[in-house]
């Protein structure tokens, strides 16, 4: 059974930081691609970022220069370091584990940034 788990989301003031974790089992996860999306209230879902098994990242421009994605394949667990934070990057974000032909989706943190 695949279980992915995010945890640190929360409320934010504009210009702070964050740090999300996902915690993974279930899975092979040091071959697994894994990457963080969000979704907005009324918005599409959108790719933030992304690591793969070489530990090659991508970025959006929208946040580029602003979060860090890493993976720690001994604990199972795929970080999003979020700096800089504006109020257009409230949503809900997920972490999701590409394993073989299959997405995994874990169920999402809430992050809220507001003064």
């Known amino acids: 059974q695949v279980q992915l788990v995010e945890s640190g989301g929360g409320l934010v003031q504009p210009g702070g930081s964050l740090r999300l974790s996902c915690a993974a089992s279930?899975?092979?996860?040091?071959?697994?691609?894994m990457c963080w999306y969000r979704q907005a209230r009324g918005k599409e879902r959108e790719l933030v970022a992304l690591?793969?098994?070489?530990?090659?990242?991508r970025y959006p421009d929208s946040v580029k220069g602003r979060f860090t994605i890493s993976r720690d394949n001994a604990k199972n667990t795929v970080y999003l370091e979020m700096t800089s934070l504006k109020p257009e990057d409230t949503a809900a974000y997920y972490c999701v584990a590409q394993y073989g032909s299959s997405d995994y989706w874990g169920q999402g943190t809430q992050v809220t940034v507001s003064s």
């Open positions: 690591i793969t098994t070489g530990f090659v990242t």
């Open positions: 279930g899975i092979m996860f040091s071959i697994s691609t």
